[in-house]
């Protein structure tokens, strides 16, 4: 079982938005930067987000990242087939003194 | 352009040793902290180790005592050895660079190496 919390699935229509969220506690969440990754199946992970809200070069600003205490969310607007894929949080827990990652989620675009 | 290729995976006897690479181009290994990440079959992300720019390493619980991250920088390779491995260490090995304009977080990833324990 992750340190970090996602619902292992969500679903909304082409064009729709969703939020993917990520809970976690004040050794991690709450105290350190939170990133986001995307996996498209039979690829490695790409990031999406860092420092809980910015965006790397070449990511699309339909992707967008909060964090309000120990919780973060991951928001996609404008959803495309595309965006099929999985999503994970990830941060650094300092009491673990380790990496940590939430259990992922499930994107399907219906 | 930024490459991060591993290698070295392969089917290993449990009890047995095992050491993957991952040869980085592009950037130089020792000015980026660098991870390795691992996936189970079928299983979501899970961190393994990081090596920081100072030499500082930091490793799950899971592994702590087993695996040994390290580098060379003449080879801008990173390394991660594996020791008394586990039918549970049988995973895509991913090696992952820091992004240096934060503390954690990777921006480029290689496309991993199989590593499958079993007798």
């Known amino acids: 079982q992750s340190v970090l919390t996602q619902p292992p699935s969500v679903s909304a229509a082409p064009g729709q938005k969703v939020t993917i969220s990520c809970s976690g506690s004040g050794s991690n969440i709450g105290n350190n930067y939170v990133s986001w990754y995307q996996q498209l199946p039979g690829t ?3 990031l999406l987000i860092y ?4 965006r790397p070069s070449g990511i699309p600003d339909r992707f967008s990242g909060s964090k309000s205490g120990t919780s973060a969310t991951l928001g996609i607007t404008g959803l495309q087939t595309g965006d099929e894929a999985d999503y994970y949080c990830g941060t650094w827990d300092s009491s673990l003194s380790a990496g940590i990652f939430g ?5 399907t675009v219906l | 352009e930024v490459q991060l290729v591993e290698s070295g995976g392969g089917l290993i006897q449990p009890g047995g040793s095992l050491r993957v690479s991952c040869v980085v181009s592009g950037f130089t290994v020792s000015s980026n902290y660098m991870s390795w990440v691992r996936q189970a079959p079928g299983k979501g992300l899970e961190w393994v180790s990081v090596l920081y720019r100072g030499g500082d390493t930091y490793y799950a619980d899971s592994v702590k005592g087993r695996f040994t991250i390290s580098r060379d920088n003449s080879k801008n390779t990173l ?3 594996m020791n008394s491995l586990r039918a549970e260490d049988t995973a895509v090995y991913y090696c992952a660079r820091g992004l240096v304009a934060t503390v954690w977080g990777f921006d480029y990833w290689g496309r991993g190496t199989l590593v499958t324990v079993s007798s």
Not at chain 1, 51 to 54: A, E, G, Q, R
């Open chain 2, 79 to 81: 390394f991660l050895q």
């Open chain 1, 103 to 107: 259990g992922g989620t499930k994107l």
């Open chain 1, 44 to 46: 490695a992970p790409q």
């Open chain 1, 51 to 54: 420092d809980n809200n910015k």
